[in-house]
Protein backbone atom coordinates (compact mmCIF):
# COMPACT_ATOMS: atom_id res chain seq x y z
CA UNK A 1 0.00 0.00 0.00
CA UNK A 2 2.88 2.34 1.18
CA UNK A 3 4.38 1.66 -2.05
CA UNK A 4 2.03 2.24 -4.10
CA UNK A 5 1.26 5.86 -2.53
CA UNK A 6 5.09 6.48 -3.34
CA UNK A 7 4.85 5.65 -6.91
CA UNK A 8 2.10 8.25 -7.01
CA UNK A 9 3.65 10.78 -5.64
CA UNK A 10 6.88 10.07 -7.87
CA UNK A 11 4.51 10.38 -11.00
CA UNK A 12 2.95 13.90 -9.95
CA UNK A 13 6.42 15.13 -9.00
CA UNK A 14 7.48 14.37 -12.28
CA UNK A 15 4.68 15.62 -14.14
CA UNK A 16 5.61 19.10 -12.26
CA UNK A 17 9.45 19.31 -12.95
CA UNK A 18 8.36 18.65 -16.94
CA UNK A 19 6.03 21.23 -16.26
CA UNK A 20 8.42 23.42 -14.63
CA UNK A 21 10.80 23.03 -17.71
CA UNK A 22 8.45 23.69 -20.17
CA UNK A 23 8.03 26.91 -18.86
CA UNK A 24 11.75 27.76 -18.40
CA UNK A 25 11.68 27.28 -22.42
CA UNK A 26 8.70 28.81 -23.29
CA UNK A 27 7.74 32.35 -22.55
CA UNK A 28 4.22 31.23 -22.46
CA UNK A 29 2.42 31.01 -19.33
CA UNK A 30 1.00 27.59 -18.72
CA UNK A 31 -2.38 27.72 -18.45
CA UNK A 32 -3.97 24.03 -18.36
CA UNK A 33 -3.99 22.86 -14.23
CA UNK A 34 -3.34 19.68 -12.56
CA UNK A 35 -5.82 16.69 -13.38
CA UNK A 36 -6.76 14.55 -9.82
CA UNK A 37 -5.45 11.09 -10.16
CA UNK A 38 -7.43 8.04 -9.96
CA UNK A 39 -9.78 6.70 -6.58
CA UNK A 40 -7.45 5.28 -4.25
CA UNK A 41 -8.73 1.92 -2.62
CA UNK A 42 -10.72 2.07 0.66
CA UNK A 43 -8.84 1.73 3.92
CA UNK A 44 -9.22 -0.46 6.68
CA UNK A 45 -11.86 -0.29 9.32
CA UNK A 46 -10.72 1.36 12.39
CA UNK A 47 -11.11 0.50 15.87
CA UNK A 48 -14.34 1.03 17.80
CA UNK A 49 -14.42 3.96 19.02
CA UNK A 50 -15.46 5.01 23.08
CA UNK A 51 -19.23 5.13 23.50
CA UNK A 52 -20.55 8.45 23.50
CA UNK A 53 -22.52 11.06 26.15
CA UNK A 54 -26.08 10.01 26.13
CA UNK A 55 -27.89 12.93 24.58
CA UNK A 56 -30.92 15.00 25.65
CA UNK A 57 -34.46 13.21 26.56
CA UNK A 58 -36.77 13.63 23.53
CA UNK A 59 -40.14 14.60 23.40
CA UNK A 60 -42.39 12.79 24.31
CA UNK A 61 -43.97 10.33 22.15
CA UNK A 62 -47.89 10.30 20.59
CA UNK A 63 -50.56 8.74 22.77
CA UNK A 64 -50.69 4.81 22.18
CA UNK A 65 -54.11 3.35 21.04
CA UNK A 66 -56.02 1.69 24.20
CA UNK A 67 -54.98 -2.13 25.11
CA UNK A 68 -57.86 -4.42 25.34
CA UNK A 69 -60.42 -4.83 28.20
CA UNK A 70 -59.15 -7.14 30.96
CA UNK A 71 -60.56 -9.63 32.61
CA UNK A 72 -63.08 -9.08 35.73
CA UNK A 73 -61.22 -9.24 39.00
CA UNK A 74 -62.78 -11.28 42.02
CA UNK A 75 -65.18 -10.04 44.03
CA UNK A 76 -64.17 -7.48 46.68
CA UNK A 77 -65.03 -8.05 50.71
CA UNK A 78 -68.45 -6.70 51.78
CA UNK A 79 -68.53 -2.77 53.19
CA UNK A 80 -69.70 -1.96 56.12
CA UNK A 81 -73.97 -1.29 56.47
CA UNK A 82 -74.85 2.38 55.41
CA UNK A 83 -76.55 4.37 57.39
CA UNK A 84 -80.91 4.12 57.39
CA UNK A 85 -82.46 6.21 54.57
CA UNK A 86 -85.38 8.53 54.68
CA UNK A 87 -88.98 6.95 55.28
CA UNK A 88 -90.14 6.64 52.12
CA UNK A 89 -93.90 7.91 51.74
CA UNK A 90 -96.74 6.45 52.82
CA UNK A 91 -98.25 3.90 50.08
CA UNK A 92 -102.42 4.60 49.01
CA UNK A 93 -104.78 2.86 50.67
CA UNK A 94 -105.69 -0.70 49.57
CA UNK A 95 -108.50 -1.62 48.23
CA UNK A 96 -111.39 -2.84 50.60
CA UNK A 97 -111.44 -6.75 50.79
CA UNK A 98 -114.85 -8.92 50.15
CA UNK A 99 -117.20 -9.33 53.27
CA UNK A 100 -116.90 -12.41 55.47
CA UNK A 101 -119.20 -15.24 55.43
CA UNK A 102 -121.78 -15.04 57.80
CA UNK A 103 -121.49 -16.84 61.34
CA UNK A 104 -123.58 -19.20 62.82
CA UNK A 105 -126.22 -17.86 65.25
CA UNK A 106 -125.68 -18.17 68.68
CA UNK A 107 -126.94 -20.21 71.73
CA UNK A 108 -129.60 -18.07 74.16
CA UNK A 109 -127.59 -16.88 77.13
CA UNK A 110 -128.19 -18.36 80.80
CA UNK A 111 -127.00 -15.34 82.25
CA UNK A 112 -128.63 -15.37 85.44
CA UNK A 113 -126.56 -18.69 86.22
CA UNK A 114 -122.91 -17.08 84.98
CA UNK A 115 -123.68 -14.04 87.10
CA UNK A 116 -124.46 -16.49 90.30
CA UNK A 117 -121.03 -18.10 89.74
CA UNK A 118 -119.37 -14.39 89.03
CA UNK A 119 -120.50 -12.79 92.09
CA UNK A 120 -119.59 -16.07 94.05
CA UNK A 121 -116.07 -15.96 92.47
CA UNK A 122 -115.85 -12.01 93.88
CA UNK A 123 -117.18 -13.08 97.41
CA UNK A 124 -113.86 -15.24 97.22
CA UNK A 125 -111.79 -13.10 96.16
CA UNK A 126 -112.33 -10.80 98.52
CA UNK A 127 -112.17 -13.62 101.51
CA UNK A 128 -108.97 -14.74 100.21
CA UNK A 129 -107.61 -11.15 99.91
CA UNK A 130 -108.66 -11.06 103.75
CA UNK A 131 -106.67 -14.52 104.55
CA UNK A 132 -103.66 -13.31 103.14
CA UNK A 133 -103.68 -9.43 105.11
CA UNK A 134 -104.04 -11.54 108.19
CA UNK A 135 -101.22 -13.38 107.00
CA UNK A 136 -98.91 -10.55 106.27
CA UNK A 137 -100.16 -8.35 109.45
CA UNK A 138 -100.97 -10.88 111.93
CA UNK A 139 -98.80 -14.04 111.48
CA UNK A 140 -95.51 -12.50 109.49
CA UNK A 141 -95.92 -8.89 111.23
CA UNK A 142 -95.69 -7.31 108.40
CA UNK A 143 -96.94 -3.35 107.94
CA UNK A 144 -97.92 -2.37 104.69
CA UNK A 145 -98.39 1.15 102.76
CA UNK A 146 -99.61 1.55 98.98
CA UNK A 147 -95.97 0.97 97.74
CA UNK A 148 -94.12 -0.82 100.71
CA UNK A 149 -93.38 -3.32 102.97
CA UNK A 150 -92.23 -3.01 106.66
CA UNK A 151 -90.41 -6.05 108.77
CA UNK A 152 -89.72 -5.82 112.51
CA UNK A 153 -86.75 -7.95 112.60
CA UNK A 154 -86.24 -9.17 116.31
CA UNK A 155 -82.65 -9.50 115.77
CA UNK A 156 -80.03 -7.76 118.04
CA UNK A 157 -77.45 -6.95 115.77
CA UNK A 158 -74.96 -3.80 115.30
CA UNK A 159 -75.88 -0.65 112.83
CA UNK A 160 -73.99 -1.68 109.72
CA UNK A 161 -74.75 -5.60 110.66
CA UNK A 162 -78.62 -4.68 110.26
CA UNK A 163 -78.48 -3.13 107.07
CA UNK A 164 -76.54 -6.15 105.26
CA UNK A 165 -79.07 -8.32 107.03
CA UNK A 166 -81.87 -6.14 105.02
CA UNK A 167 -80.42 -6.26 101.65
CA UNK A 168 -80.09 -10.13 102.21
CA UNK A 169 -83.64 -9.97 102.50
CA UNK A 170 -84.16 -8.13 98.88
CA UNK A 171 -85.06 -5.09 101.25
CA UNK A 172 -82.90 -2.27 102.93
CA UNK A 173 -83.42 -0.22 106.56
CA UNK A 174 -86.52 1.42 106.98
CA UNK A 175 -86.33 4.89 105.82
CA UNK A 176 -89.09 7.04 107.46
CA UNK A 177 -89.49 10.28 104.76
CA UNK A 178 -92.86 10.80 106.07
CA UNK A 179 -95.21 12.01 108.84
CA UNK A 180 -97.59 8.75 108.62
CA UNK A 181 -94.51 6.74 107.46
CA UNK A 182 -92.75 7.39 111.20
CA UNK A 183 -96.19 7.20 112.63
CA UNK A 184 -96.69 3.65 111.37
CA UNK A 185 -93.26 2.45 112.04
CA UNK A 186 -93.60 3.97 115.49
CA UNK A 187 -96.84 2.16 116.25
CA UNK A 188 -95.43 -0.95 114.74
CA UNK A 189 -92.42 -0.89 117.69
CA UNK A 190 -94.51 0.11 120.41
CA UNK A 191 -97.43 -2.85 119.73
CA UNK A 192 -94.56 -5.32 119.00
CA UNK A 193 -93.57 -4.32 122.93
CA UNK A 194 -89.50 -2.54 122.17
CA UNK A 195 -88.48 0.61 122.77
CA UNK A 196 -86.25 1.48 119.96
CA UNK A 197 -84.99 0.07 117.00
CA UNK A 198 -82.28 1.16 113.94
CA UNK A 199 -83.71 2.74 111.00
CA UNK A 200 -81.98 3.87 107.88
CA UNK A 201 -80.74 6.97 108.97
CA UNK A 202 -76.57 7.58 109.28
CA UNK A 203 -74.70 10.86 109.74
CA UNK A 204 -72.13 11.51 106.32
CA UNK A 205 -69.98 14.91 106.89
CA UNK A 206 -69.91 17.68 108.35
CA UNK A 207 -70.47 21.32 106.59
CA UNK A 208 -68.49 24.92 107.20
CA UNK A 209 -70.78 25.72 109.74
CA UNK A 210 -70.58 23.04 112.50
CA UNK A 211 -73.63 21.16 111.30
CA UNK A 212 -74.03 17.20 110.66
CA UNK A 213 -75.43 16.24 107.65
CA UNK A 214 -77.58 12.96 107.40
CA UNK A 215 -79.04 11.05 104.88
CA UNK A 216 -81.20 8.10 104.27
CA UNK A 217 -80.27 4.33 103.89
CA UNK A 218 -80.63 5.15 99.70
CA UNK A 219 -78.24 8.45 99.88
CA UNK A 220 -80.96 10.82 99.47
CA UNK A 221 -80.76 13.97 102.06
CA UNK A 222 -82.68 14.43 104.96
CA UNK A 223 -84.40 17.59 104.09
CA UNK A 224 -87.85 17.51 103.50
CA UNK A 225 -88.32 15.49 106.75
CA UNK A 226 -86.79 14.60 110.31
CA UNK A 227 -88.31 13.60 113.77
CA UNK A 228 -85.41 14.52 116.05
CA UNK A 229 -86.17 14.23 119.95
CA UNK A 230 -84.75 17.46 121.82
CA UNK A 231 -82.14 16.01 122.82
CA UNK A 232 -80.97 15.20 120.03
CA UNK A 233 -81.56 18.38 118.28
CA UNK A 234 -79.45 20.07 121.57
CA UNK A 235 -76.63 17.85 120.19
CA UNK A 236 -76.82 18.46 116.81
CA UNK A 237 -73.39 20.46 116.32
CA UNK A 238 -71.65 17.76 118.07
CA UNK A 239 -68.84 15.73 116.09
CA UNK A 240 -69.96 12.63 114.08
CA UNK A 241 -67.88 9.92 114.78
CA UNK A 242 -67.90 6.83 112.95
CA UNK A 243 -69.35 5.40 115.58
CA UNK A 244 -71.67 7.73 117.33
CA UNK A 245 -73.28 8.98 113.85
CA UNK A 246 -76.15 6.18 113.51
CA UNK A 247 -80.32 6.54 114.35
CA UNK A 248 -82.80 5.01 116.47
CA UNK A 249 -86.47 4.99 115.80
CA UNK A 250 -88.48 5.41 119.36
CA UNK A 251 -91.72 4.12 120.06
CA UNK A 252 -92.70 7.53 120.97
CA UNK A 253 -91.96 8.20 117.05
CA UNK A 254 -88.93 10.55 117.66
CA UNK A 255 -85.34 10.38 116.75
CA UNK A 256 -82.29 9.89 118.65
CA UNK A 257 -78.48 9.60 117.79
CA UNK A 258 -76.69 6.65 119.03
CA UNK A 259 -73.70 4.79 118.33
CA UNK A 260 -72.96 2.63 115.17
CA UNK A 261 -71.75 -0.80 117.68
CA UNK A 262 -74.55 -0.93 119.91
CA UNK A 263 -76.55 -3.82 119.08
CA UNK A 264 -80.37 -3.43 119.08
CA UNK A 265 -83.49 -5.08 116.78
CA UNK A 266 -84.07 -3.20 113.64
CA UNK A 267 -86.39 -2.68 110.63
CA UNK A 268 -86.49 -3.16 107.35
CA UNK A 269 -88.57 -1.92 104.13
CA UNK A 270 -89.34 -3.72 100.53
CA UNK A 271 -90.57 -2.60 97.93
CA UNK A 272 -93.48 -4.01 96.29
CA UNK A 273 -93.58 -5.34 93.35
CA UNK A 274 -94.99 -4.01 90.33
CA UNK A 275 -96.22 -7.21 89.20
CA UNK A 276 -99.65 -9.30 90.81
CA UNK A 277 -98.53 -10.81 94.68
CA UNK A 278 -95.76 -8.32 95.32
CA UNK A 279 -92.17 -9.16 97.41
CA UNK A 280 -92.38 -9.91 100.83
CA UNK A 281 -89.13 -10.24 103.37
CA UNK A 282 -88.93 -13.25 105.71
CA UNK A 283 -89.56 -12.84 109.48
Not at 44 to 63: A, F, S, T, W, Y
Not at 197 to 207: L, T
Not at 254 to 268: G, K, P, Q, S
Amino acid sequence: MMEKRCSRRLTVLCVCVAALSSVSASPEVCTNSLLPGAKGDNGEVGEEGDQGILGKNGRPGLQGIPGEKGLKGDMGHVGKMGPTGQKGDRGEVGLTGSSGLKGKQGTTCDCGRYKKVVDLMDVNTRKLTKAVKFLKNVILGLKETEERYYLLVKEAKRFREASINCKLRGGSLAMPKSTNINRLMADYVSRAGLTQVYIGVQAQSKDANGTINYTYADSSPLHSFAAWSKDAELTANQSAASNSSCVELLSTGTWARVECEVTMFFMCEFPKSRRRGGRTGRG
